[in-house]
C-alpha cells in the first residue's frame, strides 16, 4: 500500500540526486554525446518515469547498459548525435508497446546465469573503455581497440590526469570506510576538481553545460537511416526494460511491496521519449540511486520525480561550473562502476556452480563483450532452455512409491491443535527447481494467509539450478520478515550441495528426514511457547 507524500520523500530525494550527478555527468561523457546530455537525460527520466512508472521510489536515468548502446551507435555513425536520440525515442515507443502487451511480466523467466553473463559483460565493457581516459587519453567505443591502446598507455599518458584518477578512486574507496552516508563520488568529484584548479594542472576537462534544457525537437533523419534507428532502438528498448524490472525487483525485495512491470514500463517509455526529444541519454531504472532514496526515506513516486527536479535546478544554477570538472575523475566513477556491475557473487564461487550455469553465463557474457547486447540475451535464454531439457533428461525422476493420502496426512497431524493447523502450510516441491520455477516460487509467498509455518516437501525434486536456488533465497528472506518459519523435508544431499556452492544464504536448520517429524517439531515449539 503507497503512503501519502512525507519529509522523508524530499530527504530521499535529494540524496538519490546527489549520487545520480557524478554518474550521469559520467556517463554522458563516456557516450561520446557529453556531460550536458547524460544531465537532460537523468532529467527527463527522472521526472516523468517516477510518476508514470509502476515502482514506487524507483529513480531513473542513465545507466551502463543504455550508455554503452549509445556510445556504440555515436561510433558508428560519428557527427550524427541526431540518430542517438532518434534511437531513443524510437525505444521509448517500444517500451510502451512492450506495456501494453504485458511483456513485462517475462522478466521473472530469465535465467539469472543470463542476467549475470550480461551485467559482468557490460561491467567489463565500461572498465576496458574507461582504463584510457583514467590515464588522460582519449576513450574508444570498442573494447578490442581499447585493450589495444592500453599497450602505448605508458607511451602517452598524462601524470597530471593519473595524479587525479588515483586520488578519485581513493576518495570513492576510502571514504565509505570513514562513514557511508557521505556521498563518496560526488565527494571525489569536488576534491579532484578544486586540487585541479589550484595547481592549475593541465589535463582534459569536461567543458562548459549550457545552464538551460535544449529546445524540444524532433531528431532529423532520413529513410534510410529508419533501419539503423528502428534496430537501436529496438536494443536500447529491451536493455532498458530488463535494467528496470531487476531495478523493481530489488525495490520489492527492500520494501515488501510488489511493482506493476508493465505499468513501469510505460513510464520508462513515456521518460525516454522525453528523453531523446531533450537531446538526453537513454536510462532505465538505476539501483543504486534508487537504493539511496529507500535508505534515505523515499517511498513515494514523489520521492522519485523529485530526484529529477533537483537535478535541473543543479542545472540551471551550476551549469557553467562543470567546465572545470577533469575528465579523469570521471573515469575514476565509472571505473568503479564497471567494477560494482560485475557480478562478484557468482565469479567468486564459479569453480563450485553447476557447469550448465556456467556455460550459459560465459557465452553471455562473451557475446555481450565481443558480439551484441541483445544477441546475447536471447542466445543465453535459449541455450539455458536447451540444458535445462537435457538436464531434465538426464533426471531419473520416475519412481514407484505409495501416495501421500490425504486421509495419511490427517493421521499425521490429527494430534496437533486446530489453531496450529491453520497456521502451518506445506509446500509440496514436485520435479525441478529451475528459472521457470522462479515465479511460482515468488507467488506462493503471498498466498500464506496467517501463516506461522511453512514446511518445504522436496522428496520428488531432482535438481536445482542457480536461478531457482535464489528465488528459494528469497522467498524464504520474505517469510523471516514475516515471523514465518521455514521447515525443510527430505532434501537431498545433492540439493543441499547445490544450495550451499551457489552460495544462497538459507538456513537449513529446520531439517527433517520425513513429514511427521517436523509437524512433531512445531507441536513441541508451540507448546513450549504456551
Known amino acids: 500500500m503507497s503512503r501519502r507524500f512525507q519529509f522523508t520523500d524530499l530527504l530521499g530525494g535529494l540524496m538519490a540526486a546527489i549520487v545520480a ?21 537523468a532529467i527527463a527520466l527522472g521526472i516523468i518515469a517516477a510518476l508514470f512508472g509502476g515502482t514506487p521510489g ?22 550524427r548525435p541526431e540518430l542517438v536520440f532518434a534511437a531513443v525515442i524510437a525505444a521509448g515507443f517500444f517500451q510502451i508497446i512492450l506495456s501494453r502487451v504485458k511483456a513485462g ?45 592500453w599497450l602505448t598507455i605508458h607511451q602517452q599518458f598524462n601524470s597530471n590526469a593519473v595524479i587525479i584518477s588515483t586520488t578519485a578512486l581513493g576518495i570513492i574507496y576510502l571514504l565509505p570506510k570513514i562513514s557511508k552516508r557521505l556521498p563518496s563520488t560526488l565527494i571525489a568529484i569536488i576534491v579532484t576538481t578544486w586540487l ?3 595547481f592549475k594542472m593541465d589535463l582534459p576537462r569536461i567543458g562548459e553545460i549550457p545552464a538551460a534544457l535544449p529546445v524540444a525537437k524532433l531528431p532529423n533523419i532520413s529513410v534510410t537511416d529508419l533501419h539503423t534507428v528502428i534496430q537501436n532502438g529496438l536494443t536500447l528498448a529491451v536493455l532498458g526494460a530488463i535494467d528496470s524490472l531487476l531495478t523493481s525487483l530489488v525495490m520489492d525485495k527492500i520494501t515488501g511491496n510488489r511493482h506493476d512491470s508493465n505499468k513501469e514500463l510505460f513510464g520508462q517509455g513515456l521518460g525516454n521519449i522525453a528523453a531523446g526529444i531533450f537531446c538526453g541519454l537513454p536510462g532505465a531504472g538505476a539501483t543504486m540511486r534508487s537504493m539511496v532514496n529507500i535508505k534515505s526515506g523515499g517511498r513515494t513516486r514523489i520521492s ?12 540551471l544554477s551550476f551549469g557553467p561550473i562543470t567546465a572545470l570538472i577533469p575528465l579523469a575523475s570521471l573515469a575514476a566513477i565509472l571505473l568503479s562502476v564497471g567494477l560494482s556491475i560485475l557480478d562478484w557473487r557468482v565469479l567468486k564461487s564459479i569453480t563450485k ?12 557474457l562473451l557475446l555481450t563483450i565481443f558480439v551484441d547486447l541483445i544477441i546475447a540475451v536471447l542466445v543465453g535464454v535459449a541455450l539455458a532452455s536447451v540444458l535445462f531439457v537435457k538436464k531434465l533428461a538426464d533426471a531419473r525422476t520416475s519412481s514407484i512409491a505409495n501416495l501421500n493420502s490425504l486421509d495419511e496426512l490427517c493421521h499425521l497431524t490429527e494430534h496437533v491443535p486446530e489453531p496450529i493447523r491453520k497456521s502451518a502450510y506445506s509446500y509440496v516441491l514436485n520435479g525441478p527447481i529451475f528459472f521457470g520455477e522462479a515465479k511460482n516460487i515468488a507467488d506462493a509467498v503471498d498466498k500464506l494467509f496467517g501463516a506461522k509455518y511453512v514446511i518445504l516437501r522436496f522428496a520428488n525434486v531432482p535438481f536445482m539450478d542457480q536461478t531457482g536456488a535464489f528465488s528459494l533465497e528469497t522467498a524464504i528472506e520474505k517469510w523471516e520478515q514475516n515471523n514465518i518459519i521455514a521447515l525443510f523435508v ?33 507441536d513441541v515449539w508451540e507448546s513450549q511457547q504456551t
Not at 549475470?116 to 574507461?130: L, N, P, R, V
Not at 522519485?304 to 542545472?315: M, P
Open 490 to 522: 527430505g532434501m537431498p544431499p545433492h540439493i543441499k550441495k547445490i544450495l550451499e556452492d551457489t552460495g544462497a544464504r538459507i538456513d537449513l536448520t529446520n531439517s527433517f528426514e520425513q513429514f511427521e517429524h517436523a509437524i512433531n517439531a512445531i
Open 58 to 79: 524507483q529513480c531513473s536515468g542513465p545507466t551502463g547498459p543504455m550508455t554503452v548502446v549509445a556510445a556504440a551507435l555515436l561510433s558508428a555513425n560519428t557527427e
Open 304 to 315: 522519485g520525480a523529485l530526484h529529477g527536479l533537483i537535478l535541473l535546478v543543479i542545472l
Open 196 to 198: 585541479a584548479y589550484i
Open 353 to 364: 556452480t553447476p557447469k550448465s550455469d556456467v556455460i550459459v553465463m560465459s557465452t553471455v
Open 21 to 41: 550527478l557524478p554518474l550521469c555527468l559520467a556517463f554522458g561523457v563516456a557516450s561520446g554525446l557529453g556531460a550536458a546530455a547524460g544531465l537532460y537525460g
Open 105 to 149: 511480466e517475462l522478466i521473472s523467466y530469465v535465467p539469472y546465469p543470463v542476467i549475470s553473463g550480461f551485467m559482468s559483460g557490460i561491467g567489463i565493457i565500461i572498465i576496458a573503455i574507461e582504463m584510457g581516459p583514467l590515464f588522460g587519453l582519449p576513450a574508444t567505443g570498442n573494447v578490442l581497440e581499447a585493450v589495444k591502446s
